[in-house]
């Protein structure tokens, strides 16, 4: 036990928090918005602290406050009060630890010691994922069996049929997946990505192997109970399904779980098929030897953004009365901008001027692909949610049709391909 | 430290089995197997088997249980359904006592074939991915063919058993 590994550690798992946990306020403002973008409408935008609404961020922490102080009310009827207690709880912690086998960069090197970045260093993450995958489940079916309501019943003897269903299609899915690249451990994944083939596509997972992926997502959308297959919950249906006798906080630890696992299943699907934290034809060997070009870079191209950012929000957020509250809103995010522009010169110059030691280069190259793992789990959750407002809900027929007689078939025929152009491949 | 560890899971474990026999509702007994499998899949990992460790949870509580669960919730089977036992607990302490001589011959066969006093786990990666994999497609390819064949017939089996008779 030394100091760095214990740093190491702690800040691993205040990145997997902020990942996860801290995400979550940011998904539900990109859900509303994207939502009200897509029919049409402006989304939540009023909330504000002394004028600061941040493109109406600020409403998502004001739902968190009020499902946190709303009145936690349990029927009379419900007589299996542990397990009703405890679902939610299983559905938040399997979700959560599903996250924490992600890997945010690429091993950093620190003196002489390797570190694994990511919140449980473990070196089976693909079993880690399914394994919380399939515990999650739990969570639904007993919250919906313990609330003595028909209609929660129905919503978690759906939600077992769907996960039973599509765990199947998920996993053959991923056994292409690792015939392909031949290990469990989600950094060599990553960094067989990294490389070419034919000297200039990125090989990616989407690339190698295009049904593989168009498998896992179908499924995670599943796994992760996101419409086109909410069945669940179906609000039209069966009123909330398995959290329609659950308030405040307990229906809250449903939702906030819900969203970490579509942030868990988005992390996966990046880490698997879009070349996790690897910037395309870019690798972590190069970002370490260029290091000086990224820099230069990074140098001119963060001013010019920024400048465009200053505009955009000049043109949006600017108001003609002098004493509206919004205006102090722009003036100091505004400010906030300039300031991180000048300390990211003056920290870059410094390095370009003097020079950089090793150490430092590792830290800094791994804090850039934290930031490429950052958009890129931002985009693909933005695919969820737009899949979400765009699809209707599948009938609880077809949703099985599809995962037996097309996904698992499909899936079975992906790994004979696989398998045939390995062998004779090699 | 270990021993905690073993002791806490293994109690888990009995606890779980317990329950799974004792109580009348399916549901907790369903429950009570899970806490069991979960603790056997700590004690997996205790020994440093991180794939069998990973695989019970996946299989047996993923899997096998969530599909327990859902029949018996889909049933619907209420208490009143249940059978009468009302001599349940004679009955689990005579076939205690019955088991007796065999639980004997499981000690002595444990005392006798591993050596207590060096009781450690053997190579840092027995029982890693890759070593148990090739040691599975290698030395031991055709039993695990064979399972396999079984567990085809037993699925087509249970379809055939599962499809309903077309009225002649």
Redesign the interface.
């Known amino acids: 036990m030394n100091a760095i590994l214990v740093t190491v550690v702690i800040v691993n798992i205040i990145l997997a928090l902020l990942f996860s946990l801290g995400a979550v306020p940011i998904l539900v403002w990109v859900e509303r918005r994207v939502a009200g973008f897509i029919q049409d409408r402006l989304g939540p935008n009023r909330c504000n602290i002394a004028g600061f609404r941040l493109g109406g961020l600020v409403q998502s922490f004001a739902d968190m406050f009020k499902l946190v102080f709303k009145e936690d009310f349990r029927a009379g009827d419900i007589k299996e009060k542990f ?1 009703f207690r405890i679902s939610p709880v299983i559905v938040f912690v399997s979700a959560f630890l599903s996250f924490m086998v992600m890997p945010f960069a690429d091993n950093l090197v620190i003196g002489d010691q390797t570190f694994l970045m990511q919140g449980l260093p ?1 070196d ?1 993450g693909i ?2 994922f ?2 919380l ?3 999650s ?2 969570g639904i ?2 919250g919906g ?1 313990s609330s003595s309501n028909k209609y929660s ?1 129905l919503g ?2 759906r939600a ?2 769907q ?2 269903s599509y ?1 199947a299609s998920m ?1 053959l899915a991923l056994i292409s997946l690792l015939i392909t690249y031949g290990s ?1 451990h989600l950094v060599d994944i990553v960094n067989f990505q990294s490389g070419l083939i034919f000297g200039f596509i990125p090989a990616w997972g989407i690339v190698m192997q295009p049904l593989a992926a168009i498998i896992f997502i179908t499924t995670a959308f599943a796994e992760a109970n996101r419409t086109p297959f909410d069945i669940a919950e179906g609000e039209s249906e069966i009123v909330g399904g398995y959290h329609t006798e659950y308030s405040a906080m307990k229906f809250g630890l449903f939702f906030v779980g819900e969203y970490i696992a579509m942030s868990a299943s988005s992390a996966f699907i990046v880490t698997l098929f879009f070349g996790g934290y690897n910037i395309p034809w870019v690798g972590t060997q190069m970002l370490k030897e260029h290091f000086d070009i990224v820099m230069i870079a990074i140098l001119i191209i963060l001013p010019i953004l920024s400048y465009k950012f200053r505009g955009w929000i000049l043109k949006n957020n600017v108001w003609p009365k002098a004493d509206d509250k919004r205006n102090n809103e722009s003036k100091w995010l505004i400010r906030v901008l300039i300031m991180m522009n000048i300390v990211i010169i003056l920290l870059f110059g410094y390095f370009l001027l003097f020079g950089v030691a090793s150490t430092a280069t590792n830290i800094a190259v791994a804090l850039i692909q934290i930031a490429t793992f950052a958009v890129k789990l931002l985009l693909m959750n933005f695919v969820f949610v737009w899949v979400r407002w765009t699809l209707p809900r599948f009938r609880y027929d077809q949703l099985q049709e599809l995962g037996w007689k097309v996904l698992l078939p499909l899936s079975i025929a992906n790994i004979f391909i696989t398998a045939l152009v390995v062998v004779i491949g090699a | 430290m270990i021993d905690t560890i073993f002791l806490i899971l293994a109690s888990f474990a009995l606890f779980g089995a317990g329950c799974m026999i004792m109580l009348s509702n399916t549901v907790h007994s369903a429950l009570g197997f899970i806490v069991t499998i979960l603790a056997l899949a700590g004690l997996y990992a205790l020994l440093d088997a991180s794939f069998l460790f990973m695989v019970q949870i996946i299989v047996y509580a993923g899997a096998i249980i969530a599909l327990l669960l859902f029949v018996i919730m889909f049933l619907n089977i209420q208490q009143s359904h249940a059978p009468k036992e009302p001599s349940k607990y004679l009955f689990m302490v005579v076939s205690a006592i019955i088991m007796m001589p065999v639980d004997y011959l499981l000690f002595k066969a444990f005392y006798t074939i591993t050596d207590i006093k060096n009781f450690s786990v053997t190579p840092k990666d027995f029982g890693d991915v890759k070593m148990l994999g090739g040691e599975l497609f290698r030395n031991w390819l055709l039993p695990f063919e064979a399972i396999s064949l079984l567990l085809l017939v037993a699925l087509i089996g249970a379809v055939v058993m599962a499809r309903k008779k077309e009225r002649a």
């Open positions: 397990i473990i089976f079993l880690w399914l394994a995958a399939g515990l489940v739990y079916m007993l069996w019943l978690s003897v077992g049929a996960v039973i765990e996993t469990v």
